[in-house]
């Protein structure tokens, strides 16, 4: 009979693996610098999503993005222009007519920001929050403007890695029994999984995709855990015998811990994302409800369980906020799925403590006219519009840049994407210009050969 | 007169075209001079010239930004195609025509647009221009429509000393050399020259190369490495039973002839010609004839076309000679792997569109085939390789020369076909099959009663109320209309009928291309004529046929025997699938910033080897397996490990993990239920209509990727819907030239092995022969699995243990549960298509207009269950799902 001669010499496990963990290994030197890499070199190699060590001091360990698919309009939510209403009717700079927005607005905390009527709940954390007020972006077009909010460049001949596994990539993430990058319901157009994928870098840094209703595509166990058990541990006998053979591969213990992980998370992640388990006063604080109306009330709650269990990002969506026609309905329509449950999410993670070292941030991937489009509409604006961060390393009650009189064009503490991922990182105790990896004959970032970080805004 | 640059041509153009250019308003100024430090690169203008820009500035520029913004400008959109913010903006104009025709105020659109009695008056919203405004646009144009000039960097063109100690010293761009093949000591070892190169660096290191494998090892290693899938038990045996000489030379013989060492190695191309059967970020177009240029490539590597004149083809097909329509075909459809990369279809501007899709290309060729990355140096010189912006814009003119027929145009915020050109594809030679007549002229009648139907009741009372799920009653004799003018064009367009390719064609307008100042598309710097790198010299060059773009002298540099580079990169890329790691182990970069050469005398002298042999890679790949530095075993003692970890100098073998494909591959071999090459792809069905992660056609998509029993290669490979069963192990990333794979290790992969329904069913195919064969004992199946699966047979332990598993296993399992097949439950994909129409159903959209509005939430998943019909078949089912899921099955030694 054949065989393959079988030693039972204990193989040295080295450095140098398998191509993705070590270019990541390598990339990692510049972080780290070479004695921390000694000692972290094999956990590096062999799990490379374990926490690392942030080069700066840290202000947020973990980030929850809000994101607004589609450009909600800030005329008509919250950014109170007086010179809107006094304009209304006359002609706006570079054509169309000035709109002042249908619903009322009012001043809401000690800090006395303005929100419409839309955003009540949202409004009442007005004195958490830190807005960017002056940002602005390359393209007013969705497709490639939600691909630079998510990966910085909106070159399409380029895919970059998007923010969430730059994160991973520095820093690891605290919960080894679950993904470190989650992503719900994520937008299906508009670049779809170049918004949470890692591109160039390793495949173990791309965001996890769950829907709404919590689901990860195999991971429901194949069979009862008593059976499935018995099946690993022949699986995990094979591949201890295979370990010990002379010059067996590298990645095999690495292998062998993959299975125990894997069959935990097996119960782990479906019992982290069942939020009927969640208390009633909670459930009802968010307006937890079944079907496509529940859909961001359940990705609130959800987000706010993943990340208390130590997932360094996660991104919820909503869109559906490009108003070109129907705004007044539309908006109606939208604020309502969105403003209890994001206000019960603020509400939730400060109540657990968690905004001391979570970071929210609210937005859209650009902003609206204050000029009107057809009957009932605004189009696109990318030269000065708004979103707001919440929680660690960020300052309270305060607002940050400014866009002209009339909402059109920032005008005062500018902020371009890029500055924004800068300042990102920064907040994360990352270092943008050295959170680099080579492909492709360069070193890449994501923010690209530009960025600036505003220091103005932390705490 | 075009300006044109080039060093030789520099001090001529300086002298006799700078004062012409100085006249020519919103072009070039003058160029900094190459060998000329003394010029500036920004001399003052002249007094006329000041005073029209004055004007300029002062009244014509407000009128623009406080009237025409809004609507047509970079940083909003361009309104009707049209953009104000950009002097060629202008002058191109919109859709309507030239906006602004210098000198010509009466033929200018802009003027005649924005009078008051104009029936569709500019601006739209807003106030109407004054007469003074008007007046003062007129004589702007009058007096040539004077626009500031660009400013072009001094840098531009400038010969660089550190560029010239580049091209001298850097190993790459060098000759090949014809080195002397190295003594020995150990002059019994080597089998082949290449033996001769490996052992002299060990011996240099004082290494010995470990043991060579044993047989077992080595036909698995090598049906996978050649064919991607394991050795058939009776391959093995027949392998070990010939004592002949040249057993493992029949054995490898067999395998190149095989069409498995074309899937295997003609997937090695697609990962370098980042094949996808869509357009990619942002809106996503389905390529439905892509699946041609795959076949292509499959073709040209079971045949063995010569490696050069491979990538001749495929840059240059449509320009070679051609003795048959179907060798014509042939040739056209080779030029896809120009077409088939990754493009902005929702570019709002075209010239963007064109010179992103021109820098695609760029990389795309110069990176498989040169191992360059020339892209770097769209916006600047090449930081690190001596490769020039106006190196860049040589290459680029070719390009612009060449129609870029992928079958889309680019457009900003469209929908449905708007983004499908059926002029730009690439129609085949050969005839078209014949139009079915009585079809057509059945459909016609059926479009033209649609027709009258819809006309009859649009906007009628009628019509307009609404029914019962909202929608105006009208909307169903719309629709009914669309479908059947569809149907129709279905049958007569030739491209709907698939026959046309993705490809590309010489452009009508044949021309040397402007630099562009900072890589920005609008901004024209000096014009360079078209050509190739100045990095290194190839003796015999073509210069370029000004009546044609210029690819097929670009193909011929490429292939020259002469370009130092073209030949070590795939010879590099051979050693790379063979040994796990390159000689040069970065395969897609040969730059400075890239790898040095581990043996670099071997690397020549196996490319002068190539090219002798005519550029046959199945002789290349022959030669290298039956080297005896390629059959070393797998052991790894402790000091060779300490002197080179890397095993850079091949010492031994080193283990390498299968690819996703090769993984799903072995499951379909192993468990019997693999089919055939399938005709075509999923993909083909599709339109050239934008698709959305969770829409009817991504599901079509998932869905026949997850039946499919083809091998991986024939999969439909859309880019952003990667198909569930490769997902797991590091698929390749379809919108970059990928020379190498990624082998991460993740608990997905685990959860994969474990629980997903398609290894659990290929498990269920293998364990219900086992299970239900009277014939044979427990036993003789546990060796055949464990043939099947790792090629090898179980060791006496190994053998007992498994049996005793499937006692375990089926006690615990009647004890449990009886034999009531209720525990296997696995997941599906999400059938998002059930999901939509739910949803569509239920919500209306609160915008109907906006197609950009797309909801995705409350997605129904269906938990399929993969079920053993009884706890022997189950125990036999989670024994061959063991092995699928070992550590030992993932590698091969």
Same mark, same amino acid.
């Given at each position: 009979?054949?065989?393959?001669?079988?030693?039972?010499?204990?193989?040295?496990?080295?450095?140098?693996?398998?191509?993705?963990?070590?270019?990541?290994?390598?990339?990692?030197?510049?972080?780290?610098?070479?004695?921390?890499?000694?000692?972290?070199?094999?956990?590096?190699?062999?799990?490379?999503?374990?926490?690392?060590?942030?080069?700066?001091?840290?202000?947020?360990?973990?980030?929850?993005?809000?994101?607004?698919?589609?450009?909600?309009?800030?005329?008509?939510?919250?950014?109170?222009?007086?010179?809107?209403?006094?304009?209304?009717?006359?002609?706006?700079?570079?054509?169309?007519?000035?709109?002042?927005?249908?619903?009322?607005?009012?001043?809401?905390?000690?800090?006395?920001?303005?929100?419409?009527?839309?955003?009540?709940?949202?409004?009442?954390?007005?004195?958490?929050?830190?807005?960017?007020?002056?940002?602005?972006?390359?393209?007013?077009?969705?497709?490639?403007?939600?691909?630079?909010?998510?990966?910085?460049?909106?070159?399409?001949?380029?895919?970059?890695?998007?923010?969430?596994?730059?994160?991973?990539?520095?820093?690891?993430?605290?919960?080894?029994?679950?993904?470190?990058?989650?992503?719900?319901?994520?937008?299906?157009?508009?670049?779809?999984?170049?918004?949470?994928?890692?591109?160039?870098?390793?495949?173990?840094?791309?965001?996890?995709?769950?829907?709404?209703?919590?689901?990860?595509?195999?991971?429901?166990?194949?069979?009862?855990?008593?059976?499935?058990?018995?099946?690993?541990?022949?699986?995990?006998?094979?591949?201890?015998?295979?370990?010990?053979?002379?010059?067996?591969?590298?990645?095999?213990?690495?292998?062998?811990?993959?299975?125990?992980?894997?069959?935990?998370?097996?119960?782990?992640?479906?019992?982290?994302?069942?939020?009927?388990?969640?208390?009633?006063?909670?459930?009802?604080?968010?307006?937890?409800?079944?079907?496509?109306?529940?859909?961001?009330?359940?990705?609130?709650?959800?987000?706010?369980?993943?990340?208390? !269990?130590?997932?360094?990002?996660?991104?919820?969506?909503?869109? /559906?906020?490009? #108003?070109? =026609?129907? *705004? @007044?309905?539309? %908006? +109606?329509?939208?604020?309502?799925?969105?403003?209890?449950?994001?206000?019960?999410?603020?509400?939730?993670?400060?109540?657990?403590?968690?905004?001391?070292?979570?970071?929210?941030?609210?937005?859209?991937?650009?902003?609206?006219?204050?000029?009107?489009?057809?009957?009932?509409?605004?189009?696109?604006?990318?030269?000065?519009?708004?979103?707001?961060?919440?929680?660690?390393?960020?300052?309270?009650?305060?607002?940050?840049? !400014?866009?002209?009189?009339?909402?059109?064009?920032?005008?005062? /503490?500018?902020? #371009?994407? =890029?500055? *924004? @991922?800068?300042? %990102? +990182?920064?907040?994360?105790?990352?270092?943008?210009?050295?959170?680099?990896?080579?492909?492709?004959?360069?070193?890449?970032?994501?923010?690209?050969?530009?960025?600036?970080?505003?220091?103005?805004?932390?705490? | 007169?075009?300006?044109?640059?080039?060093?030789?041509?520099?001090?001529?153009?300086?002298?006799?075209?700078?004062?012409?250019?100085?006249?020519?308003?919103?072009?070039?100024?003058?160029?900094?001079?190459?060998?000329?430090?003394?010029?500036?690169?920004?001399?003052?203008?002249?007094?006329?010239?000041?005073?029209?820009?004055?004007?300029?500035?002062?009244?014509?520029?407000?009128?623009?930004?406080?009237?025409?913004?809004?609507?047509?400008?970079?940083?909003?959109?361009?309104?009707?195609?049209?953009?104000?913010?950009?002097?060629?903006?202008?002058?191109?104009?919109?859709?309507?025509?030239?906006?602004?025709?210098?000198?010509?105020?009466?033929?200018?659109?802009?003027?005649?647009?924005?009078?008051?009695?104009?029936?569709?008056?500019?601006?739209?919203?807003?106030?109407?221009?004054?007469?003074?405004?008007?007046?003062?646009?007129?004589?702007?144009?009058?007096?040539?429509?004077?626009?500031?000039?660009?400013?072009?960097?001094?840098?531009?063109?400038?010969?660089?000393?550190?560029?010239?100690?580049?091209?001298?010293?850097?190993?790459?761009?060098?000759?090949?050399?014809?080195?002397?093949?190295?003594?020995?000591?150990?002059?019994?070892?080597?089998?082949?020259?290449?033996?001769?190169?490996?052992?002299?660096?060990?011996?240099?290191?004082?290494?010995?190369?470990?043991?060579?494998?044993?047989?077992?090892?080595?036909?698995?290693?090598?049906?996978?490495?050649?064919?991607?899938?394991?050795?058939?038990?009776?391959?093995?045996?027949?392998?070990?039973?010939?004592?002949?000489?040249?057993?493992?030379?029949?054995?490898?013989?067999?395998?190149?002839?095989?069409?498995?060492?074309?899937?295997?190695?003609?997937?090695?191309?697609?990962?370098?010609?980042?094949?996808?059967?869509?357009?990619?970020?942002?809106?996503?177009?389905?390529?439905?004839?892509?699946?041609?240029?795959?076949?292509?490539?499959?073709?040209?590597?079971?045949?063995?076309?010569?490696?050069?004149?491979?990538?001749?083809?495929?840059?240059?097909?449509?320009?070679?000679?051609?003795?048959?329509?179907?060798?014509?075909?042939?040739?056209?459809?080779?030029?896809?792997?120009?077409?088939?990369?990754?493009?902005?279809?929702?570019?709002?501007?075209?010239?963007?569109?064109?010179?992103?899709?021109?820098?695609?290309?760029?990389?795309?060729?110069?990176?498989?085939?040169?191992?360059?990355?020339?892209?770097?140096?769209?916006?600047?010189?090449?930081?690190?390789?001596?490769?020039?912006?106006?190196?860049?814009?040589?290459?680029?003119?070719?390009?612009?020369?060449?129609?870029?027929?992928?079958?889309?145009?680019?457009?900003?915020?469209?929908?449905?076909?708007?983004?499908?050109?059926?002029?730009?594809?690439?129609?085949?030679?050969?005839?078209?099959?014949?139009?079915?007549?009585?079809?057509?002229?059945?459909?016609?009648?059926?479009?033209?009663?649609?027709?009258?139907?819809?006309?009859?009741?649009?906007?009628?009372?009628?019509?307009?109320?609404?029914?019962?799920?909202?929608?105006?009653?009208?909307?169903?004799?719309?629709?009914?209309?669309?479908?059947?003018?569809?149907?129709?064009?279905?049958?007569?367009?030739?491209?709907?009928?698939?026959?046309?390719?993705?490809?590309?064609?010489?452009?009508?307008?044949?021309?040397?291309?402007?630099?562009?100042?900072?890589?920005?598309?609008?901004?024209?710097?000096?014009?360079?004529?078209?050509?190739?790198?100045?990095?290194?010299?190839?003796?015999?060059?073509?210069?370029?046929?000004?009546?044609?773009?210029?690819?097929?002298?670009?193909?011929?540099?490429?292939?020259?025997?002469?370009?130092?580079?073209?030949?070590?990169?795939?010879?590099?890329?051979?050693?790379?699938?063979?040994?796990?790691?390159?000689?040069?182990?970065?395969?897609?970069?040969?730059?400075?910033?890239?790898?040095?050469?581990?043996?670099?005398?071997?690397?020549?002298?196996?490319?002068?080897?190539?090219?002798?042999?005519?550029?046959?890679?199945?002789?290349?790949?022959?030669?290298?397996?039956?080297?005896?530095?390629?059959?070393?075993?797998?052991?790894?003692?402790?000091?060779?490990?300490?002197?080179?970890?890397?095993?850079?100098?091949?010492?031994?073998?080193?283990?390498?993990?299968?690819?996703?494909?090769?993984?799903?591959?072995?499951?379909?071999?192993?468990?019997?239920?693999?089919?055939?090459?399938?005709?075509?792809?999923?993909?083909?069905?599709?339109?050239?209509?934008?698709?959305?992660?969770?829409?009817?056609?991504?599901?079509?998509?998932?869905?026949?990727?997850?039946?499919?029993?083809?091998?991986?290669?024939?999969?439909?490979?859309?880019?952003?819907?990667?198909?569930?069963?490769?997902?797991?192990?590091?698929?390749?990333?379809?919108?970059?030239?990928?020379?190498?794979?990624?082998?991460?290790?993740?608990?997905?992969?685990?959860?994969?092995?474990?629980?997903?329904?398609?290894?659990?069913?290929?498990?269920?195919?293998?364990?219900?022969?086992?299970?239900?064969?009277?014939?044979?004992?427990?036993?003789?199946?546990?060796?055949?699995?464990?043939?099947?699966?790792?090629?090898?047979?179980?060791?006496?332990?190994?053998?007992?243990?498994?049996?005793?598993?499937?006692?375990?296993?089926?006690?615990?399992?009647?004890?449990?549960?009886?034999?009531?097949?209720?525990?296997?439950?696995?997941?599906?994909?999400?059938?998002?298509?059930?999901?939509?129409?739910?949803?569509?159903?239920?919500?209306?959209?609160?915008?109907?207009?906006?197609?950009?509005?797309?909801?995705?939430?409350?997605?129904?998943?269906?938990?399929?269950?993969?079920?053993?019909?009884?706890?022997?078949?189950?125990?036999?089912?989670?024994?061959?799902?063991?092995?699928?899921?070992?550590?030992?099955?993932?590698?091969?030694?």
């Amino acid at each position: 009979m054949f065989r393959s001669p079988q030693s039972p010499q204990l193989s040295r496990r080295t450095v140098l693996r398998s191509s993705g963990a070590g270019f990541g290994y390598l990339a990692l030197a510049g972080l780290l610098g070479q004695d921390a890499l000694k000692s972290q070199a094999s956990a590096a190699v062999e799990q490379p999503l374990l926490p690392k060590a942030p080069v700066l001091p840290t202000k947020a360990k973990r980030i929850i993005f809000i994101f607004m698919e589609g450009a909600m309009s800030q005329h008509d939510t919250f950014d109170y222009k007086p010179e809107l209403i006094r304009s209304n009717g006359k002609s706006g700079p570079g054509g169309g007519t000035v709109t002042a927005s249908k619903f009322r607005f009012k001043q809401y905390g000690e800090t006395g920001t303005y929100f419409s009527e839309l955003l009540p709940n949202i409004a009442k954390h007005a004195d958490k929050m830190c807005w960017l007020r002056g940002l602005h972006t390359d393209t007013p077009a969705h497709p490639q403007a939600v691909v630079q909010l998510h990966t910085g460049s909106a070159n399409a001949a380029l895919t970059r890695p998007s923010m969430g596994s730059w994160l991973l990539y520095g820093l690891g993430t605290d919960n080894q029994d679950l993904p470190g990058y989650v992503t719900i319901n994520p937008p299906p157009n508009f670049g779809g999984a170049v918004n949470y994928g890692s591109a160039f870098l390793p495949a173990h840094y791309q965001g996890t995709r769950i829907t709404d209703q919590g689901y990860l595509p195999n991971l429901k166990a194949a069979s009862a855990a008593k059976l499935q058990r018995k099946q690993l541990d022949l699986i995990q006998g094979m591949n201890r015998d295979f370990a010990r053979q002379a010059g067996s591969p590298d990645p095999v213990d690495g292998i062998i811990a993959s299975y125990e992980l894997g069959f935990r998370m097996q119960d782990k992640v479906p019992e982290l994302l069942d939020i009927s388990k969640e208390p009633e006063h909670i459930r009802d604080a968010y307006g937890i409800k079944d079907g496509a109306a529940g859909s961001f009330a359940r990705q609130c709650l959800m987000a706010r369980r993943l990340s208390e !269990a130590g997932v360094r990002f996660v991104e919820i969506c909503q869109g /559906g906020w490009d #108003h070109h =026609n129907n *705004l @007044h309905k539309g %908006l +109606l329509d939208r604020t309502a799925s969105i403003d209890q449950p994001t206000a019960a999410l603020l509400s939730d993670l400060e109540a657990r403590g968690m905004l001391n070292d979570t970071l929210v941030l609210f937005g859209s991937e650009f902003g609206r006219l204050p000029t009107a489009q057809g009957q009932d509409g605004r189009d696109h604006n990318i030269t000065g519009y708004s979103m707001f961060l919440a929680g660690a390393g960020v300052k309270k009650g305060f607002t940050y840049g !400014a866009t002209d009189e009339l909402g059109i064009k920032a005008v005062d /503490g500018r902020m #371009h994407t =890029n500055d *924004l @991922h800068a300042t %990102l +990182l920064a907040l994360m105790g990352l270092d943008h210009e050295r959170l680099t990896y080579r492909y492709a004959g360069r070193d890449f970032r994501l923010t690209d050969v530009a960025g600036e970080v505003v220091k103005d805004i932390f705490a | 007169m075009e300006p044109s640059f080039h060093p030789s041509l520099l001090q001529d153009f300086i002298g006799t075209h700078a004062a012409l250019l100085r006249r020519t308003v919103g072009a070039v100024s003058v160029v900094a001079g190459l060998a000329a430090p003394s010029l500036l690169a920004n001399p003052a203008p002249d007094a006329g010239q000041d005073q029209s820009l004055e004007f300029f500035e002062k009244k014509v520029r407000p009128i623009l930004v406080n009237h025409c913004y809004t609507c047509h400008s970079a940083e909003t959109k361009p309104a009707g195609g049209l953009r104000v913010d950009d002097r060629n903006g202008l002058i191109m104009g919109g859709d309507e025509g030239p906006a602004v025709v210098p000198g010509n105020p009466d033929k200018s659109l802009l003027l005649t647009r924005v009078q008051r009695n104009h029936a569709k008056v500019m601006p739209k919203e807003g106030e109407l221009l004054t007469d003074t405004q008007i007046a003062d646009l007129s004589q702007w144009i009058k007096d040539g429509a004077t626009w500031p000039r660009e400013r072009i960097p001094a840098s531009i063109g400038r010969a660089s000393a550190e560029y010239d100690k580049l091209k001298a010293e850097h190993w790459a761009w060098q000759p090949l050399k014809a080195p002397a093949v190295p003594a020995v000591k150990d002059t019994g070892w080597a089998r082949d020259t290449i033996d001769q190169f490996i052992l002299a660096k060990l011996e240099e290191k004082q290494l010995s190369p470990v043991a060579d494998a044993d047989k077992v090892t080595l036909i698995r290693r090598v049906t996978y490495d050649l064919t991607g899938l394991p050795p058939k038990p009776e391959d093995v045996y027949a392998f070990l039973k010939d004592s002949s000489d040249n057993a493992f030379a029949k054995v490898v013989d067999r395998l190149l002839q095989s069409q498995q060492f074309a899937e295997q190695w003609g997937r090695h191309w697609l990962d370098v010609a980042r094949y996808g059967e869509s357009t990619g970020p942002s809106r996503n177009i389905p390529y439905p004839h892509a699946w041609k240029y795959r076949d292509y490539v499959l073709d040209a590597v079971n045949r063995d076309i010569p490696y050069d004149q491979f990538i001749r083809e495929q840059i240059a097909g449509d320009l070679l000679p051609a003795e048959s329509s179907t060798e014509r075909d042939r040739l056209l459809t080779a030029t896809g792997f120009l077409a088939l990369g990754v493009k902005d279809v929702n570019q709002r501007f075209k010239v963007r569109f064109t010179m992103d899709n021109v820098d695609e290309q760029i990389d795309a060729v110069t990176r498989s085939v040169l191992g360059l990355t020339v892209s770097c140096a769209r916006c600047h010189d090449h930081k690190f390789d001596p490769i020039p912006v106006t190196d860049y814009y040589a290459l680029a003119g070719i390009f612009t020369s060449t129609d870029h027929c992928a079958g889309v145009r680019n457009k900003m915020g469209g929908g449905g076909l708007d983004y499908y050109d059926p002029a730009m594809l690439v129609k085949l030679a050969s005839d078209a099959p014949p139009v079915p007549e009585g079809d057509v002229e059945k459909l016609k009648a059926q479009v033209a009663e649609a027709k009258e139907a819809w006309d009859k009741i649009r906007g009628t009372p009628e019509g307009l109320a609404r029914g019962a799920n909202g929608q105006p009653k009208q909307r169903a004799f719309r629709l009914k209309f669309d479908r059947l003018q569809g149907d129709l064009l279905a049958l007569t367009d030739p491209a709907a009928r698939g026959h046309a390719v993705h490809g590309v064609r010489d452009a009508k307008t044949v021309a040397d291309t402007e630099v562009r100042i900072r890589g920005e598309a609008e901004r024209l710097g000096p014009t360079v004529p078209r050509g190739f790198l100045s990095a290194f010299q190839v003796p015999g060059t073509e210069p370029i046929n000004p009546q044609q773009s210029g690819r097929l002298e670009l193909a011929k540099w490429l292939t020259s025997a002469n370009n130092p580079l073209t030949g070590r990169v795939i010879v590099n890329r051979v050693w790379q699938s063979l040994f796990g790691t390159g000689i040069v182990n970065t395969v897609d970069n040969f730059g400075i910033n890239g790898g040095q050469p581990s043996h670099p005398e071997l690397l020549d002298y196996l490319t002068q080897e190539f090219v002798r042999d005519g550029w046959s890679l199945k002789k290349l790949v022959r030669r290298v397996v039956l080297s005896r530095s390629y059959q070393l075993g797998v052991d790894a003692p402790d000091a060779n490990r300490e002197v080179d970890p890397a095993n850079r100098l091949v010492w031994r073998h080193s283990p390498r993990r299968l690819t996703a494909e090769e993984i799903r591959d072995t499951l379909l071999v192993t468990s019997g239920q693999i089919q055939p090459k399938p005709e075509a792809s999923a993909a083909k069905e599709l339109r050239m209509i934008e698709m959305r992660d969770n829409g009817a056609e991504a599901a079509s998509i998932h869905r026949a990727a997850d039946k499919s029993l083809s091998r991986s290669v024939y999969l439909p490979l859309l880019r952003g819907v990667t198909p569930g069963n490769l997902q797991a192990f590091d698929p390749v990333e379809q919108t970059l030239v990928t020379g190498q794979r990624d082998a991460t290790t993740v608990p997905t992969q685990a959860l994969y092995l474990l629980n997903s329904p398609f290894v659990r069913k290929e498990a269920l195919a293998l364990a219900s022969k086992a299970a239900g064969d009277t014939a044979r004992t427990a036993g003789d199946w546990v060796r055949q699995i464990y043939l099947l699966t790792l090629g090898r047979s179980p060791s006496d332990v190994e053998a007992a243990r498994a049996e005793q598993f499937l006692a375990d296993y089926e006690s615990t399992y009647q004890a449990e549960l009886g034999d009531a097949p209720v525990l296997a439950q696995a997941d599906v994909r999400e059938s998002s298509d059930t999901s939509t129409t739910d949803e569509t159903a239920a919500k209306p959209p609160v915008v109907p207009e906006n197609p950009d509005n797309v909801d995705r939430s409350d997605q129904v998943v269906v938990d399929e269950a993969v079920v053993a019909p009884d706890a022997k078949t189950a125990a036999w089912l989670n024994l061959v799902q063991a092995l699928y899921a070992s550590a030992e099955f993932r590698f091969v030694r």
